[in-house]
Each structure stands twice: as C-alpha cells, then as structure tokens.
T-cell receptor, first 116, second 112 residues
Framework: EAQVTQNPRYLITVTGKKLTVTCSQN?????MSWYRQDPGLGLRQIYY???????DKGDVPEGYKVSRKEKRNFPLILESPSPNQTSLYFC???????????????FGPGTRLTVL | GQSLEQPSEVTAVEGAIVQINCTYQ??????LSWYQQHDGGAPTFLSY????GLEETGRFSSFLSRSDSYGYLLLQELQMKDSASYFC?????????????FGAGTQVVVTP
C-alpha cells in the first residue's frame, strides 16, 4: 500500500530535550516536506527536500533541522524544543512535475507534539 | 509579502452548492491546489489548476483565473461527509525548486 508513515503519532516532551520525528514514504517520491498546522493558520511549510542531500527552508524553519540521506526518509529534528513548537506536524511526499515543481502532496497521518 | 485569503467558515444544507473562494498574492505563482481535511485526519488532495479555467472531478470543480489571482472550489450536491476543512494552496517557484503555501482553511459545515 502506498503510504507516508510518521512516528511517533503523539509525543509529550519538555523544553530543551532533543527529539526526532521520523517520516518515511514507499512511493519513490523525490519531493518531501514537513508542515506544521496550528489553529487559524493552516499548514505552514517548515522544510522541503527535492531529493537526497537537497533541502531548503520553507516559511517557518526556525528551530528545526532536517536531513535527507535516503530517498524514502526525511526526519524532522528539534534540537531544543520550546513550547511554541507545540503543534500538529505533517510529513508529505510527492512526485515532481517535469518543471521540477512539486506535484500532489501525499500526507502522513500527523504527529501531535506537546512541549511543556 | 505573500498571502492567501479564504473564508473561515461556510454552512450549507445537504444537496446544496457551496463555492469557496481563494485569492492570493504571491510571486512565482505556478499553480493552485485544493485539499480536504476531516477532523483528526490528514489533508487529501482534491484538485489542481495550473491554467485558467475550470477543472471538474465528480461533484467537485475548481476554477482559476491567473490574471485575477483568484480561484474557487465548487462543491455540488453536498453530502454530510463533505463536512470538513478545505485548504487552497499555491505552488510557488523558488530559485531552483518550488514550495507550497497553504491558506488558513475554510470549515464547511453541512446540515441536514
């Protein structure tokens, strides 16, 4: 089954304790990205990756890191989480159009993160 | 700056037609997408427009006018299961690649 998986689905942590949210897709997609969703703000892109070892900042990258060492995986790293990073996080993957622009986004189930 | 505007909420009865408008101000516009999200779920793709005009997919249609920086999603023959949030998203080109920017979402409430 074609899918995007994220782990963990729920996480409660404390300020400053490093954490990683994993994301994996089995569709051989080049493009992967991370979004955070907050009430009234919709989905905001954190980072995206066009392919292995190619990443770029989205609209809200502060406080986050990513890596793309394998095509299928795109982990999101919070080196020192703070309460304002409490949010619902979605990973997504897509093919790229002939122009290189991202195509339809396939979203993972989401990770609800609470930072105390 | 870059922005997308869509109404926060729309209420309609079963069987009705609902139009959700989306206006955008952005540089490097490449295309407009629509996604549906039910409470507690992940967004799922509905429609994409890169060129002006209407795209129809079953009960849902999407329209784009690039000259007006405007698009809409039309939901016809509304069903209770259509109660969800609907997001417009623009694909914008960057120096090398592209990224997506989403609107804040429109909550559609379908009543019996």
């Amino acid at each position: 089954e074609a899918q995007v998986t994220q782990n963990p689905r729920y996480l409660i942590t404390v300020t400053g304790k490093k954490l990683t949210v994993t994301c994996s897709q089995n569709m051989n997609h080049e493009y992967m990205s991370w979004y955070r969703q907050d009430p009234g703000l919709g989905l905001r892109q954190i980072y995206y990756s066009m392919n292995v070892e190619v990443t770029d900042k989205g609209d809200v990258p502060e406080g986050y890191k990513v890596s793309r060492k394998e095509k299928r995986n795109f982990p999101l790293i919070l080196e020192s989480p703070s309460p304002n990073q409490t949010s619902l996080y979605f990973c997504a993957s897509s093919e790229t159009r002939t122009s290189g622009r991202p195509d339809t986004q396939y979203f993972g189930p989401g990770t609800r993160l609470t930072v105390l | 700056g870059q922005s997308l505007e869509q109404p926060s909420e729309v209420t309609a009865v079963e069987g009705a037609i609902v139009q959700i408008n989306c206006t955008y101000q952005t540089s490097g516009f490449y295309g407009l997408s629509w996604y549906q999200q039910h409470d507690g779920g992940a967004p799922t793709f509905l429609s994409y427009n890169a060129l002006d005009g209407l795209e129809e997919t079953g009960r849902f249609s999407s329209f784009l006018s690039r000259s007006d920086s405007y698009g809409y999603l039309l939901l016809q023959e509304l069903q209770m299961k259509d109660s969800a949030s609907y997001f417009c998203a623009v694909t914008v080109t960057t120096d090398s690649w592209g990224k997506l920017q989403f609107g804040a979402g429109t909550q559609v409430v379908v009543t019996p």
